[in-house]
Every structure is written in C-alpha cells, then in structure tokens.
T-cell receptor
C-alpha cells in the first residue's frame, strides 16, 4: 500500500528555523515533492528530491533518505507569510502521486 | 501567462444531477491530473492522463469519469453525484521534465446536496 505521514500542525516564531518531517511507504519511488498551500489557494511547488541528500533553495531546503523512507523540509528565517500548509508527496511510478495529509504551520510574531 | 484554469470555481448541485468540471492548461503539458482535497485526508488523486486518449485511475476513481480528447483539456465528469463527493477539486498539469513539478488550477468547491 501507499502511506505518507507528516505532523498535523506545527507552530514556530518569526525569524526561527522549523523542520517539517515526512515519512513515506510506497510501492515504487520516483521522487519526493514538497508543496506549499495557503488557505483557500492552490498548492505551489517548493522542491523535489530523487537522490539522497539536501537540496537548498533560498530559505527552503529539503532532505531525502531513500533507505529510511524519510524526508524533511527546512524553513529558515521564518516570515509571517510562511504560515501555510506544507504537503509532502511521493511519486510511486509515472504520474501517480500520493500526498500526505499536510502540516499546517503557524508562524507567530 | 502560463496557467491552469478550472470552471466553475464554485458549484452547488443535487444528488444525481450530472455535472462536468472543466480544466484547461496553456503550457502544452503532456500530463494532467485531477485531485480531491478533504480535511484530514489531504490531496487524493482521482484520475490522471499521460497524453491525448491515455487516462488511468488514481487512488479514488469511483464515481468519476474523465476524457482527454485534446492536449490542453481534461474535464472531470460526475455522472450521478452523491453527497460524499462534496469536496474541493484541483486539476494539475505537468511537463515531461525530470522534476515533474505540478501546476495546479485554482480549485473547484463542489457541494452535493
């Protein structure tokens, strides 16, 4: 079966660093994705990992360990506008995508 | 402007009344998908299409149909909607590139009474 797990909610302070974890179990693996979704809006792409290691993109970084079925999204220098849901998604094969339930992040002043 | 459009954005209907939600993309993407998003369950893939006339079931296809007669359009059809299909629906498209970034439409909020 396919299963992706991530924390439901997290809270952090403006200017801090937060790490959002994601574990996955899928029948195949074609890559791990992170999306950001503000309330009432469509998801937008943040990052993609297919090999083990860290991918850095400005304030956002994403890490993948294929052997452990584990990924995290690291957000640095948090800003109020980073308050959103963060969706972890795995691609078992082709264009089949499995999303986690999403982590709602609240950034407090 | 590169975009995915969906219509309608909001729809309230009654059980059993057939409806179609349209999806169109102007990026010449091969791949298109439909998702539904429900609280606590996240995004779940309904159907996807690898190209014109090629469609496949996602994780929750029951009660839905799709067609891909043209590359840019991928309509979602509910032949006989039921209240458990009340949800927020997203269409997405993807180019045939390595990172498979998906571009999502703005969403369609459907209520079936």
């Amino acid at each position: 079966g396919q299963n992706i797990d991530q924390p439901t909610e997290m809270t952090a302070t403006e200017g801090a660093i937060v790490q959002i974890n994601c574990t996955y179990q899928t029948s195949g693996f074609n890559g791990l994705f992170w999306y950001q979704q503000h309330a009432g809006e469509a998801p937008t792409f943040l990052s993609y990992n297919v090999l083990d290691g860290l991918e850095e993109k400005g304030r956002f970084s994403s890490f993948l360990s294929r052997s452990k079925g584990y990924s995290y999204l690291l957000l640095k220098e948090l800003q109020m506008k980073d308050s959103a849901s963060y969706l972890c998604a795995a691609s078992p094969y082709g264009q089949n995508f499995v999303f986690g339930p999403g982590t709602r992040l609240s950034v407090l002043p | 402007e590169a975009q995915v459009t969906q219509n309608p954005r909001y729809l309230i209907t009654v059980t059993g009344k057939k409806l179609t939600v349209t999806c169109s993309q102007n990026m010449n993407h091969e791949y298109m998908s439909w998702y539904r998003q429900d609280p606590g369950l996240g995004l779940r893939q309904i159907y996807y299409s690898m190209n014109v006339e090629v469609t496949d079931k996602g994780d929750v296809p029951e009660g839905y149909k799709v067609s891909r007669k043209e590359k840019r359009n991928f309509p979602l059809i509910l032949e006989s909607p039921s209240p458990n299909q009340t949800s927020l629906y997203f269409c997405a498209s993807t180019a045939g590139t390595a990172n498979n970034e998906q571009f999502f439409g703005p969403g369609t909020r459907l209520t079936v009474l």
